[in-house]
């Protein structure tokens, strides 16, 4: 008996995997990823985390193999897949590129044909069950209405390139476990966050992206413009702010999950594998969105200096306003959303597990953290 886990390293696929090294268990993890120092990657990863506890000799379960997705046979020798198929129960399939922006192929190639490649090595494992993380967000462009977990379509389009991969590689999924009589779940976690500070050598959470690009935007604006530094600073002292208008619908909200709940109830759902022959969709999400105002509202307790003011359009744009709505472009074309998102077979597979915290304003303000694009300006 075995476990083959890709992924390891991920903001996501790490607590997972200390998640699944916390049970008490001697099953081997075979970890399947690319580079020279996986191992040493994949422990620090895991490690660094203070929960759940690890038993003694957890990290003595853990294998490694190099491999590469992007690749047909994931680049392994006969003997290496010979080797993690081997008495292979569960093969969880956690790697993907997050990319919400740019040239869609690269998305293609890791997101769709990666999780071919990653069923083609499952069928040399014919008792091991399929879990694959998916992503909430492939119910696309749909803006209202209750999401099922069931539910499936690309009726509504996709706002990204990435919400559309993933849709495809579901898809793979069924297609697979219907026609050779296999065991699958898809676990579809909302936008994943944290208010625990991250290491900095460690993959960080999806809204760091964010930040890094508006950021630098301030730090690039800020270098340009001496007297922004100056109205900044001593508005601060004034308790002024600089006004700014982002296109954004004020009345808009998402669904947003801590990424320790994500990772707990994955495994608990874990336990809960389907027939053969079909798949079971589970939303990994939280009971209750936030509003895009309460994000606003963080971001404003990141940067003191800045308040943001949501509006239909933004007429004559200044210079920082066209800089922000290019970096926030696709983060704020989520605003229009009032979907919600079903979780009854969720709460059937995790038992008593409790609801996440409330994501408010201080969770999100801790998750944001504080921001140093202009403190050395």
Not at 47 to 60: F, Q, S, Y
Not at 174 to 202: C, E, F, K, N, Y
Not at 309 to 322: A, G, I, K
């Amino acid at each position: 008996m075995s476990i083959l886990f890709t992924g390891a390293t991920g903001f996501l696929g790490s607590r997972v995997l200390r998640q699944l090294l916390s049970q008490d268990s001697d099953e081997p993890v075979t970890v399947l990823g690319r580079g020279e120092r996986l191992r040493a990657r994949t422990e620090a990863a895991v490690t660094w985390l203070d929960a759940p506890r690890l038993p003694d000799g957890a990290l003595g379960r853990l294998r490694f193999v190099s491999g590469d997705l992007t690749v047909p046979g994931l680049g392994l020798s006969n003997d290496d897949r010979t080797r993690v198929t081997d008495g292979l129960t569960q093969l969880w399939h956690c790697a993907a590129l997050l990319n919400q922006q740019g040239d869609p192929i690269p998305l293609h190639t890791s997101n769709v044909l990666g999780t071919r490649h990653v069923l083609d090595l499952a069928d040399a494992a014919p008792d091991a069950a399929f879990l694959h993380i998916s992503t909430a967000y492939v119910a696309g462009g749909r803006r209202t209405g209750h999401v099922l977990e069931d539910d499936l379509s690309e009726a509504h389009g996709f706002q990204t390139s990435y919400e559309e991969s993933k849709y495809t590689a579901e898809r793979l999924v069924h297609a697979w476990a219907h026609r050779g009589g296999r065991r699958a779940m898809i676990l579809r976690p909302s936008l994943l966050v944290t208010d625990r500070p991250v290491p900095q050598h460690l993959p960080g959470q999806p809204l760091d992206v964010l930040l890094r690009l508006i950021d630098s935007g301030l730090r690039t604006r800020v270098a340009r413009s001496r007297s922004l530094t100056r109205y900044l600073t001593a508005a601060g002292l004034r308790g002024e702010t600089l006004a700014l208008r982002v296109r954004a619908d004020s009345d808009g909200e998402g669904n947003a999950v801590q990424v320790e709940y994500a990772a707990r109830a994955m495994v608990h759902a874990a336990a809960h594998i389907p027939a053969p022959g079909t798949v079971r969709t589970l939303h990994v999400t939280h009971p209750q969105n936030t509003s895009v105002g309460t994000l606003v509202r963080a971001l404003g307790t990141r940067y003191p200096g800045i308040s943001v003011h949501l509006v239909p359009e933004v007429p004559n744009p200044t210079p920082l306003e066209s800089l922000i709505a290019q970096q926030a472009d696709v983060l704020m074309g989520f605003s229009t959303q009032r979907r919600t998102y079903d979780r009854t077979g969720l709460l059937q597979a995790v038992g008593d597990l409790p609801d996440p915290e409330p994501i408010d304003h201080a969770y999100l303000a801790r998750a944001l953290g504080t921001a140093a694009a202009l403190q050395s300006a």
